[in-house]
Nanobody, 119 residues
C-alpha cells in the first residue's frame, strides 16, 4: 500500500557531498514525521535526522552542521550531506509516519541506499 523509495547514494571522497531523496507513494492520507536513519556494518541502526510535517528538524549530534534534512509539500524528504567522512559510510534508510485511509498511522521504511565515503 505504501512504498518509500530512496535514491542518491553512491561513492564519494572524504569532504565531498551527496543528496539523498526519498519519495513516498501509495494510498496515503497524511504523512507526519519523516526521517533518515543509517546502519553501518556491525552496528545498530541509528538516527540521522527527522523532520515534522511542520518543518521542525532534529539531528543526531554528529550530523549537526554537516547534514540538512528538508521535505517538500507533498511526499518527498531529502538529506543534504556535506563534509562527508569515512565514518559516514552506511546504508541510509528513509522512515515516515503515514496514515493510510482512515486507519491509524504506521511507520514505514525504505529499502535503503548505500553511501560509501572513501578515497
Amino acid at each position: 500500500q505504501v512504498q518509500l523509495v530512496e535514491s542518491g547514494g553512491g561513492l564519494v571522497q572524504p569532504g565531498g557531498s551527496l543528496r539523498l531523496s526519498c519519495a513516498a507513494s501509495g494510498s496515503i492520507s497524511t504523512i507526519y514525521d519523516m526521517g533518515w536513519y543509517r546502519q553501518a556494518p556491525g552496528k545498530q541502526r541509528e538516527l540521522v535526522a527527522t523532520i515534522t510535517s511542520g518543518g521542525t528538524t532534529n539531528y543526531a549530534d554528529s550530523m549537526k552542521g554537516r547534514f540538512t534534512i528538508s521535505r517538500d509539500y507533498k511526499n518527498t524528504v531529502y538529506l543534504q550531506m556535506n563534509s562527508l567522512k569515512p565514518e559516514d559510510t552506511a546504508v541510509y534508510y528513509c522512515n515516515a509516519l503515514i496514515r493510510v485511509g482512515v486507519g491509524p498511522e504506521n511507520s514505514y521504511w525504505g529499502q535503503g541506499t548505500q553511501v560509501t565515503v572513501s578515497s
